[in-house]
């Protein structure tokens, strides 16, 4: 299997092992950091009470994995050389560094932490090195990056339309 393969379907398989540790752990983690977040924050009273329902972190995941899948797939298609699978590569490690820093704010575990250090960032290191090695880090870089950018207002937008579709049962959910 090209070496290109392996990262592109690694980006999927990283995502996969990262999300299951959201899937089991993210309700409880939202509902403690939720509760402390500062006043300025404007949360729903029942959010900021109960957290994230269980049935909003499933359905969040279950709508970023074919985003991820796609960004996978472009990466094995075109050898990494699409800008969409190198933006969600650089994005996915923007999201693990951004898991490192929420535990760091939060002075404690919050969800993501422990494949943080173990799956996402050595997976974003293998890429990044495949990436410079194939010399593919100056091709676009500037569509990469707005790209790997996108994903903060994905993260939000799936989170949003979640909310839309489940209604009264993201709150309350005990």
């Known amino acids: ?19 299951i540790e959201e899937l089991l752990t993210m309700r409880t983690t939202s509902r403690r950091v939720l509760q402390r977040s500062p006043r300025w924050v404007p949360l729903p009273p029942e959010l900021e009470r109960s957290g994230i329902s269980q049935a909003q972190v499933n359905l969040t995941v279950a709508l970023m994995a074919p985003v991820v899948a796609a960004a996978s797939w472009r990466g094995a298609v075109t050898e990494c050389r699409s800008p969409f699978f190198r933006g969600a590569v650089l994005g996915f490690g923007f999201h693990g560094l951004a898991h490192l820093a929420g535990s760091f704010v939060a002075q ?12 996402v ?13 194939k010399n593919l880090l100056n091709d676009a870089p500037i569509l990469t990056t707005t790209i790997a950018l996108c994903g903060l207002p ?3 937008g799936v989170h949003v339309i979640a909310w839309r579709i ?4 993201v709150l309350g959910e005990k």
């Open 166 to 169: 489940l209604g009264d049962r």
């Open 121 to 133: 960032l050595p997976f974003w290191r293998k890429a990044h090195t495949l990436l410079r090695r």
């Open 1 to 19: 299997m090209k070496d290109t393969t392996v990262v592109s379907v690694g980006l999927f398989a990283a995502w996969v092992v990262h999300d």
């Open 154 to 156: 994905l993260l939000g």
């Open 108 to 119: 404690g575990y919050t969800t993501g932490l422990l494949t943080t250090p173990t799956v």
